[in-house]
């Protein structure tokens, strides 16, 4: 099998093996988190800033943080500044959603966005950040906030989630964001916002987002959600007509040159600081 990469200027490069059983590969990304099978065995990994070969276990560039496992079994294959910490943007969604999930709220059930959420729903307007337009006072069922969050990587449906599970308090849910980080055995994380849109102080590192990532997608609807290309948002009571939400993450759209068949989830996206981050 072969990875695969998109850069910040939208090109594509493949990651195979060489014929000396090596790990080869061309990719320019700012971070990006590859899965699928490697000799029969699921793997994650992080590659961070990455713009060079992989090539007999190492790359070519010191700056760059590389994080590559097998998963199941929790052997790293390759790390370089692996704890490094990193600003990480809306791979930030991957803890936000993991702690809905694991929240034991009933996803099928509808909640109403609160008027607590109208200076933060300004705040995220103001930084350009994707949304859903979900508005106060609508009606949405839980579900369909997580396929926002996770396809449409919409920073609303991240603030109305956080909302949801601590009860109005965002302040509290980062604050869970960070204890989950620890138990997951995270030494570089601190989360300071529930969505990544807001960078300063907002970082991980390489080896911390491959823990986070496993957590999820070891969860079974985690992996439905963020596996999907597209999805429809049913009318609410503040939108009169159904809506149709796309994934950001072009790998799985067979439409792009981007896609791979073997691609599985999980996050993408994109800040100025630390550019484009990917997770599968």
């Known amino acids: 099998h072969s990875f695969s990469g998109v850069d910040n200027q939208g090109c594509c490069h493949d990651v195979g093996r060489g014929g000396n059983g090596a790990l080869r590969a061309r990719v320019r990304v ?117 396929y926002g969050l996770l396809v449409a990587s919409a920073n609303d449906a991240a603030s109305v989630i956080a909302s949801d599970v601590s009860d109005g308090d965002l302040t509290a849910f980062v604050a869970r964001m960070n204890q989950r980080a620890k138990e997951l055995g995270c030494t570089s994380t601190s989360f300071t916002c529930v969505h990544g849109l807001y960078d300063y102080g907002n970082v991980s590192s390489a080896h911390d987002l491959a823990l986070i990532a496993k957590a999820c997608a070891e969860n079974e609807t985690y992996m439905q959600v963020a596996n999907t290309l597209s999805y429809t948002l049913p009318a609410t009571n503040l939108h009169q007509n159904e809506r149709t939400i796309t994934s950001t993450n072009l790998m799985l759209n067979p439409e792009y040159p981007y896609y791979r068949d073997y691609i599985r989830g999980m996050m993408i996206g994109f800040t100025t600081l630390p550019g484009w981050c990917y997770a599968t």
Not at 74 to 102: C, G, H, V, W
Not at 106 to 120: G, K, R
Request: charged share 25%; glycine share 10%; no cysteine.
């Open 30 to 146: 700012h971070m990006g988190l590859f899965g699928g099978r490697f000799d029969g065995i699921d793997r994650l990994a992080l590659v961070h800033g990455l713009d060079g070969h992989f090539v007999g276990g190492q790359t070519l560039r010191e700056g760059e943080s590389v994080y590559l496992f097998y998963a199941d079994i929790d052997k790293p294959i390759l790390e370089q500044n692996a704890d490094q910490q990193r600003y990480i943007a809306s791979l930030t969604k991957m803890m936000t959603a993991l702690l809905f999930l694991e929240s034991g709220k009933d996803m099928n059930a509808e909640i109403t966005i609160p008027a607590s959420l109208t200076q933060e729903f300004k705040d995220i307007q103001n930084a350009n950040g994707s949304t859903i337009n979900l508005r106060i006072g609508e009606t949405v069922r839980r579900i369909d906030l997580l």
